[in-house]
């Protein structure tokens, strides 16, 4: 424990602060009083570290310290460790708090949306002081709107600083507060090294948005650290404490692993030969053993997604199979056999070639000879099919299949269970007899057993194969490895029969299509052969019939190979590429039998029987868990794994697969309690990806603190915490010059800054950031006409494009582009398209209409020719009108607003050079017209924004109407008692009916829904 006191001021309380270890005492001191950019090695106790520095500030009394960035679990940590060291302060100084220091805020105060908390509520909150979790929407309206006081603000403290960039909100609440506070701290932290190694300088660039001179690095190999973790174990013990267990891969899991990596190899070499002038990386970056990572598919989707649009289809399916082939390879080491092979069997069905597709256009992986020997063996450690009913193994399959009917006939179970579930029963058994020989062995803990897994679906898989251990142990006298094989082989007996249940039902939904599909081509081609018949003239006794589905003979013409061809148009069927047969034998088989019903039946007797257990009689069958008999079977879950341990506080762990971080958190625990037991079990499969991928993260990380360091060290500026600014100077000046006095001919200097106003549902985007950057004084307002009011009569809407799709799909942009022309002279739509993704409609051009503007556009040719073009298919009006088609759709929005202007910007920082290039020489907007357009009465009124949007989603309640019914009812209680006749006087008939039905409508019928 770490005594923190005022030396200043006499009679100051002591804040008390735990930080058992040595590390962390000098890094709150270094932090104390400095601005600083925090990077840590993931598992080295940052919740710790973040919350006693907290805790420092807002113990001490009069502090407002503001949390940003953090995530849900984040939150959980922070708010969870201030509560404690709260608590822990007031034991340790119950008499010395006066009665002023009692009503200080303690704890974290979270606030998430507008809803939980009015804005005048929110200002006394900040009047109070103490630690508050903001999200950055709310945070920044705050800031703009002095609802918060930024100069008493004490200092920001930002997680996650790694995903801080120039455009994000973060930067531009650090930005707003800096100008307003130079005195206050900003301590940013981050446990992820390798976002600091990408691009160029890029610890640099992070810095400068942070505001920070200064860098502090702990890496796992920093010698203060490396002592602190060392400290008073022998090397003797540390050994002892720690088994390292290496788990060897079956034949047949091996031989899966090489083949499912020659078909990466493969995927690799093609997408290299398509992409070799696009992607920039190095020969030895394109090695299979980098593949297998995520930074290597994050880094390729990064530079490919600004020209996806240009790429082939072919290239798609070679990513879409890489991570196909990837996931396998997790699910490989991961999953059981039946769920591998179920997994496999999905994606083989579903990519095989169906009537009329070519190969090219199918997954390329699957017809290689790797994929054949992953396919055959994953099958074979499933089943296999009798194919000699005379041999001994069908002997035993019939044997096994007499005793359970559920079996189908002609395949025996194999079954291979995974290699790691026998050591863990080792493991288990080991402990087991070390606590019976020596009972004392857990005391210093709790004696609990804790399993660490990576996934939810392997603590799932873990569960129920203890579960059926424990309840096979029942039958026997002891556990044993023979009994811990049936148990394995019970569990992948139920995996087994909901797999034949899949099976049977993806069958028949095949077999129900190919029937639907061929029913289609049967009347498509009955209906041409009508046609021809009743085309073709009737010339005396000639018989049609000879000369159906064929051109006379004085009018064939003589082709190569015209025999085959001839032959070809006789058949009753198209012609279509490699067909996969669904009705193989191992389908077969397995799909004949007993139907799903039997599956489920025979699943149920195997249960216990159900026992009803009456209120007075339930102690005899429950009973309270002791945590020294527990075996916890845990996910991975980052920071939350510190308190887990504190908590649970076991004597074995168990790490059922290996992860870099959360042995650093064992370390930890061990070294700040050293009176406690604890032995660690490392299990990992050898020679296999998940050994690679272990050892590649251990480097990769390494790697990136070397990076680090390095810059570190070469940095030659120094970092300035003013305020800088994308607006150049000569624009700075040309802004301030106002050219509507005598037609420019006398200029006049305006020193007031550049004004927007703002809707706040525009803040969850990147824009304002920008704006903001530019020296533009932003004013947030809930505006009911357009999202940026940049001048007196220029309104924008912006839209992005999953925006603009949703706008035209319920027609909510035509109200919003009529509302706009009817208050402002100037109107614009801005679309705007996200930075580094591709500068293209083509996710939406899906028909000829979007496809030839397109094209037209792109090539530079006349855009109404492609119209023109494209609109031959759509012989009236009504049908342009009707067409999904966002270019038809903006091409209709013009002809009804002819005054609307439509700007296109590649990006956010293009939207706001033009935002910049509009205000230029226009007059500033007024807040009080922004806000009172659109609105009956002219009246600003304060609502519930969540009631606003409840409202809205209400069919029957548009743009244009949803204002009027706030004014003229109370709530949506109110609405909700009105009568058809009553809602009408506000909306109209049509609307009012709408709104009643829907708020009247019987949930249990969907007609009267509907209706």
């Given at each position: 424990?770490?005594?923190?006191?005022?030396?200043?001021?006499?009679?100051?309380?002591?804040?008390?602060l735990?930080?058992?270890?040595?590390?962390?005492?000098?890094?709150?001191?270094?932090?104390?009083?400095?601005?600083?950019?925090?990077?840590?090695?993931?598992?080295?106790?940052?919740?710790?570290?973040?919350?006693?520095?907290?805790?420092?500030?807002?113990?001490?009394?009069?502090?407002?310290?503001?949390?940003i960035?953090?995530?849900d679990?984040?939150?959980?940590?922070?708010?969870?460790?201030?509560?404690?060291?709260?608590?822990?302060?007031?034991?340790?100084?119950?008499?010395?708090?006066?009665?002023a220091?009692?009503?200080?805020?303690?704890?974290?105060?979270?606030?998430?949306?507008?809803?939980?908390?009015?804005?005048?509520?929110?200002?006394?909150?900040?009047?109070?002081?103490?630690?508050?979790?903001?999200?950055?929407?709310?945070?920044?309206?705050?800031?703009?709107?002095?609802?918060?006081?930024?100069?008493?603000?004490?200092?920001?403290?930002?997680?996650?600083?790694?995903?801080?960039?120039?455009?994000?909100?973060?930067?531009?609440?650090?930005?707003?507060?800096?100008?307003?506070?130079?005195?206050?701290?900003?301590?940013?932290?981050?446990?992820?090294?390798?976002?600091?190694?990408?691009?160029?300088?890029?610890?640099?660039?992070?810095?400068?948005?942070l505001?920070?001179?200064?860098?502090?690095?702990w890496?796992?190999?920093h010698?203060?650290?490396?002592?602190?973790l060392e400290?008073?174990?022998?090397?003797?013990?540390?050994?002892?404490?720690?088994?390292?267990?290496?788990?060897a891969?079956?034949?047949?899991?091996?031989?899966?692993?090489?083949?499912?990596?020659?078909?990466?190899?493969?995927?690799?070499?093609?997408?290299?030969?398509?992409?070799?002038?696009?992607?920039?990386?190095?020969?030895?970056?394109?090695?299979?053993?980098?593949?297998?990572?995520?930074?290597?598919?994050?880094?390729?989707?990064?530079?490919?997604?600004?020209?996806?649009h240009?790429?082939?289809?072919?290239?798609?399916?070679?990513?879409?199979?890489?991570?196909?082939?990837?996931?396998?390879?997790?699910?490989?080491?991961?999953?059981?056999?039946?769920?591998?092979?179920k997994?496999l069997?999905?994606v083989?069905?579903?990519?095989?070639?169906?009537?009329?597709?070519?190969?090219?256009?199918?997954?390329?992986?699957?017809?290689?000879?790797?994929?054949?020997?992953?396919?055959?063996?994953?099958?074979?450690?499933?089943?296999?099919?009798?194919?000699?009913?005379?041999?001994?193994?069908?002997?035993?399959?019939?044997?096994?299949?007499?005793?359970?009917?559920?079996?189908?006939?002609?395949?025996?179970?194999?079954?291979?269970?995974?290699?790691?579930?026998?050591?863990?029963?080792?493991?288990?058994?080991?402990?087991?007899?070390e606590?019976?020989?020596?009972?004392?062995?857990?005391?210093?803990?709790?004696?609990?057993?804790?399993?660490?897994?990576?996934?939810?679906?392997?603590?799932?898989?873990?569960?129920?194969?203890?579960?059926?251990?424990?309840?096979?142990?029942?039958?026997?006298?002891?556990?044993?490895?023979?009994?811990?094989?049936?148990?394995?082989?019970?569990?992948?007996?139920?995996?087994?029969?909901?797999?034949?249940?899949?099976k049977?039902?993806?069958?028949?939904?095949?077999?129900?299509?190919?029937?639907?599909?061929?029913?289609?081509?049967?009347?498509?081609?009955?209906?041409?052969?009508?046609?021809?018949?009743?085309?073709?003239?009737?010339?005396?006794?000639?018989?049609?019939?000879?000369?159906?589905?064929r051109?006379?003979?004085?009018?064939?013409?003589?082709?190569?190979?015209?025999?085959?061809?001839?032959?070809?148009?006789?058949?009753?069927?198209?012609?279509?590429?490699?067909?996969?047969?669904?009705?193989?034998?191992?389908?077969?088989?397995?799909?004949?039998?007993?139907?799903s019903?039997?599956?489920?039946?025979?699943?149920?007797?195997?249960?216990?029987?159900?026992?009803e257990?009456?209120?007075?009689?339930?102690?005899?069958?429950?009973?309270?868990?002791?945590?020294?008999?527990?075996?916890?079977?845990?996910?991975?879950?980052?920071?939350?794994?510190?308190?887990?341990?504190?908590e649970?506080?076991?004597?074995?762990?168990i790490?059922?697969?290996?992860?870099?971080?959360?042995?650093?958190?064992?370390?930890?625990?061990?070294?700040?309690?050293?009176?406690?037991?604890?032995?660690?079990?490392?299990?990992?499969?050898?020679?296999?990806?998940?050994?690679?991928?272990?050892?590649?993260?251990?480097?990769?990380?390494?790697?990136?603190?070397?990076?680090?360091?390095?810059?570190?060290?070469?940095?030659?500026?120094?970092?300035?915490?003013?305020?800088?600014?994308l607006?150049?100077?000569?624009?700075?000046?040309?802004?301030?010059?106002?050219?509507?006095?005598?037609g420019?001919?006398?200029?006049?200097?305006?020193?007031?800054?550049p004004?927007?106003?703002?809707d706040?549902?525009?803040?969850?985007?990147?824009?304002p950031?920008?704006?903001?950057?530019?020296?533009?004084?932003l004013i947030?307002?809930?505006?009911?006409?357009?999202?940026?009011?940049?001048?007196?009569?220029?309104?924008?809407?912006?839209?992005?494009?999953?925006?603009?799709?949703?706008?035209?799909?319920?027609?909510?942009?035509?109200?919003?582009?009529?509302?706009?022309?009817?208050?402002?002279?100037?109107?614009?739509?801005?679309?705007?398209?996200?930075?580094?993704?591709?500068?293209?409609?083509?996710?939406?051009?899906?028909?000829?209409?979007?496809?030839?503007?397109?094209?037209?556009?792109?090539?530079?040719?006349?855009?109404?020719?492609?119209?023109?073009?494209?609109?031959?298919?759509?012989?009236?009006?009504?049908?342009?009108?009707?067409?999904?088609?966002?270019?038809?759709?903006?091409?209709?929005?013009?002809?009804?607003?002819?005054?609307?202007?439509?700007?296109?910007?590649?990006?956010?920082?293009?939207?706001?050079?033009?935002?910049?290039?509009?205000?230029?020489g226009?007059?500033?907007?007024?807040?009080?017209?922004?806000v009172?357009?659109?609105?009956?009465?002219?009246?600003?009124?304060?609502?519930?924004?969540?009631?606003?949007?409840?409202?809205?989603?209400?069919?029957?309640?548009t743009?244009?109407?949803?204002?009027?019914?706030?004014?003229?009812?109370?709530?949506?209680?109110?609405?909700?008692?009105?009568?058809?006749?009553?809602?009408?006087?506000?909306?109209?008939?049509?609307?009012?009916?709408?709104?009643?039905?829907?708020?009247?409508?019987?949930?249990?019928?969907?007609?009267?829904?509907?209706?």
């Open positions: 424990m770490t005594d923190y006191g005022s030396q200043d001021t006499e009679g100051a309380d002591t804040v008390h735990s930080l058992p270890l040595a590390y962390e005492q000098v890094l709150i001191d270094e932090l104390i009083g400095e601005d600083a950019l925090v990077i840590l090695a993931r598992g080295l106790a940052l919740p710790q570290i973040v919350t006693n520095l907290i805790h420092a500030f807002n113990a001490a009394g009069n502090n407002l310290v503001v949390v960035g953090a995530r679990h984040d939150l959980e940590w922070l708010g969870t460790g201030l509560a404690e060291l709260d608590t822990l302060n007031e034991l340790n100084q119950p008499d010395q708090r006066d009665a220091k009692q009503k200080l805020r303690t704890g974290l105060t979270i606030v998430k949306t507008d809803a939980q908390s009015t804005t005048n509520s929110r200002e006394l909150m900040y009047s109070n002081g103490g630690v508050f979790a903001i999200t950055s929407r709310i945070l920044i309206v705050d800031i703009l709107s002095d609802n918060i006081p930024v100069d008493r603000i004490s200092g920001l403290v930002v997680l996650n600083a790694e995903k801080v960039s120039p455009t994000s909100m973060e930067a531009f609440i650090i930005r707003a507060y800096r100008e307003k506070n130079k005195k206050g701290f900003i301590n940013a932290f981050s446990d992820v090294p390798e976002a600091f190694t990408r691009g160029f300088s890029p610890l640099t660039k992070i810095m400068k948005t505001f920070v001179k200064k860098a502090s690095i890496p796992r190999f010698m203060q650290v490396a002592e602190s400290t008073g174990a022998s090397t003797h013990r540390r050994r002892k404490d720690v088994v390292e267990i290496e788990v891969l079956t034949p047949k899991m091996r031989e899966i692993q090489t083949s499912i990596l020659e078909c990466i190899e493969l995927c690799m070499r093609e997408l290299r030969k398509f992409t070799h002038n696009v992607l920039d990386l190095e020969d030895e970056e394109w090695a299979v053993e980098n593949a297998i990572s995520d930074s290597f598919f994050n880094r390729i989707s990064a530079q490919l997604s600004p020209i996806r240009r790429l082939s289809f072919r290239t798609k399916v070679v990513l879409n199979d890489l991570r196909t082939l990837r996931e396998l390879l997790d699910m490989l080491i991961t999953n059981d056999c039946v769920t591998f092979w997994h069997d999905s083989v069905s579903s990519s095989a070639t169906e009537m009329g597709q070519t190969k090219t256009n199918s997954t390329y992986w699957l017809y290689s000879d790797a994929a054949n020997v992953v396919v055959d063996r994953a099958k074979q450690r499933v089943y296999k099919l009798n194919r000699r009913p005379k041999d001994a193994t069908a002997e035993i399959a019939d044997t096994e299949s007499n005793k359970e009917s559920w079996i189908p006939k002609g395949i025996s179970l194999v079954l291979e269970e995974q290699p790691k579930w026998d050591q863990l029963a080792l493991i288990l058994d080991e402990i087991t007899s606590l019976f020989a020596n009972p004392q062995a857990g005391l210093g803990g709790n004696g609990a057993i804790l399993i660490m897994c990576s996934e939810y679906r392997t603590t799932n898989q873990i569960a129920r194969y203890l579960s059926s251990r424990g309840k096979w142990s029942q039958d026997i006298d002891s556990v044993d490895t023979e009994g811990d094989s049936d148990a394995a082989r019970e569990m992948l007996k139920r995996e087994f029969k909901r797999y034949l249940d899949w049977r039902g993806i069958t028949d939904l095949q077999r129900y299509q190919q029937q639907e599909r061929q029913q289609e081509q049967q009347q498509a081609q009955n209906a041409r052969r009508q046609a021809a018949d009743a085309s073709r003239p009737n010339h005396g006794n000639n018989n049609i019939n000879d000369f159906r589905g051109p006379p003979t004085n009018k064939r013409r003589r082709t190569r190979g015209g025999s085959a061809i001839a032959n070809s148009v006789l058949r009753n069927t198209p012609l279509a590429a490699v067909a996969v047969d669904p009705q193989t034998d191992d389908v077969r088989i397995l799909t004949d039998g007993q139907a019903q039997d599956i489920s039946e025979s699943d149920n007797e195997s249960e216990d029987d159900i026992i257990i009456g209120v007075g009689a339930a102690q005899d069958y429950y009973e309270l868990l002791d945590i020294s008999d527990a075996i916890a079977v845990h996910k991975y879950d980052g920071d939350l794994d510190d308190a887990l341990l504190e649970l506080q076991p004597r074995y762990i790490m059922y697969e290996p992860d870099p971080a959360f042995i650093r958190r064992i370390e930890v625990y061990r070294a700040a309690n050293r009176d406690r037991n604890l032995k660690v079990y490392f299990m990992y499969y050898g020679d296999s990806v998940e050994e690679q991928r272990y050892l590649s993260a251990v480097r990769r990380e390494k790697d990136a603190f070397s990076k680090i360091i390095r810059e570190r060290g070469n940095m030659a500026m120094v970092l300035s915490t003013e305020v800088d600014t607006a150049t100077p000569e624009e700075t000046f040309l802004n301030r010059i106002n050219t509507r006095i005598a420019g001919g006398r200029l006049e200097l305006s020193e007031a800054q004004r927007v106003v703002v706040m549902r525009e803040f969850r985007s990147s824009l950031s920008l704006l903001h950057a530019r020296q533009m004084k947030p307002a809930m505006l009911s006409v357009g999202d940026y009011i940049i001048a007196n009569d220029i309104c924008v809407e912006r839209k992005s494009l999953p925006d603009l799709a949703s706008s035209f799909k319920d027609g909510r942009l035509f109200a919003q582009t009529e509302s706009m022309s009817a208050h402002y002279k100037n109107v614009v739509l801005l679309i705007e398209f996200d930075q580094g993704k591709s500068f293209s409609l083509e996710e939406y051009e899906t028909g000829a209409v979007g496809k030839a503007l397109g094209g037209a556009a792109a090539s530079g040719g006349n855009v109404r020719g492609g119209i023109n073009a494209s609109t031959e298919k759509l012989e009236t009006i009504s049908d342009f009108e009707n067409t999904t088609e966002i270019h038809a759709q903006i091409v209709m929005l013009v002809m009804a607003f002819p005054n609307l202007r439509i700007v296109w910007s590649s990006s956010p920082f293009q939207t706001a050079e033009i935002f910049a290039e509009l205000k230029r226009h007059e500033e907007p007024d807040l009080k017209a922004a009172e357009a659109g609105t009956d009465r002219g009246e600003v009124q304060i609502v519930n924004q969540l009631a606003v949007n409840m409202l809205r989603s209400v069919p029957g309640v743009t244009r109407n949803y204002q009027a019914l706030m004014l003229d009812i109370a709530n949506i209680r109110e609405l909700c008692n009105l009568s058809v006749l009553q809602i009408a006087k506000t909306v109209g008939d049509g609307p009012a009916q709408t709104i009643w039905n829907f708020l009247h409508a019987d949930k249990r019928r969907r007609d009267s829904i509907v209706s």
